[in-house]
């Protein structure tokens, strides 16, 4: 069974850029959630998803968003990047949505210059 | 607001002892734990979960245990290896998983061949 698949990998992007992430689940899996990973912060919550609809959001500017398809992959978007915004953002895969085991892809690594 | 604190920072011990790793956190309504290694620069390998009914979980040399009331968890490696060499975090989810899952900043952990 293939695990959660993150893409790209590693992106580089330029200050006001904006960029799309990508997350295929599990297969079977309906609930993707997204986080970001800094050495200052650690792992924050940005949001979930699940069937199509965003169920809970973390504290994060509106510059971050996401959404979900049919086939449970999901995109997060951050639109005018910031130097900040470099971070690892990982994304996590679980059967149902709020209280299930979350199992979690590689990750994108962001760096905006 | 949940907070995860974990303890010790980091950690280097000689291969083959056995080892204590430590997790706190501030509100007792959790549903589940779950433990996860993370290798440098990777995503997160979920280790083991906990459901808030439970007071442990065992998978191969690993051995977590929860304490509700007293906000507590210990994740007990056996025999420890130099592939065990990574960073474990713990992390939390509310009833309801409002917040996704709240981490702590990890315990890096050195085993020496």
């Known amino acids: 069974k293939a695990g959660v698949t993150q893409t790209p990998r590693y992106l580089i992007k330029t200050r006001g850029q904006q960029v799309t992430l990508s997350c295929s689940p599990i297969s079977g899996h309906r609930s993707v959630s997204w986080y970001q990973q800094t050495p200052g912060q650690g792992l924050q919550f940005l949001f979930e998803y699940f069937s199509e609809t965003q169920r809970n959001k973390g504290n994060f500017p509106g510059r971050f968003s996401g959404r979900q398809f049919s086939n449970s992959r999901s995109e997060m978007n951050v639109s005018t990047l910031e130097l900040g915004d470099s971070a690892l953002y990982l994304c996590?895969?679980?059967?149902?949505?709020?209280?299930?085991?979350?199992?979690f892809g590689q990750g994108t690594r962001l760096t905006v210059v | 607001k949940q907070e995860v604190t974990q303890i010790p920072a980091a950690l280097s011990v000689p291969e083959g002892e056995n080892l204590v790793l430590n997790c706190s956190f501030t509100d007792s309504a959790i549903y589940n734990l779950q433990w996860f290694r993370q290798d440098p620069g990777k995503g997160l390998t979920s280790l083991l979960l906990?459901?808030?009914?439970?007071r442990e979980q065992t998978s191969g040399r690993l051995n977590a245990s929860l304490d509700k009331s007293s906000g507590r968890s210990t994740l007990y490696i056996a025999a420890s290896q130099p592939g065990d060499s990574a960073t474990y975090l713990c992390?939390?989810?509310?009833?309801?998983?409002?917040?996704?899952?709240?981490f702590g900043k990890g315990t890096h952990l050195i085993i020496q061949p």
């Open positions: 906990i459901q808030s009914s439970q």
């Open positions: 992390a939390v989810r509310a009833w309801g998983g409002a917040d996704g899952l709240t």
């Open positions: 996590a895969s679980s059967p149902g949505t709020g209280t299930t085991e979350a199992f």
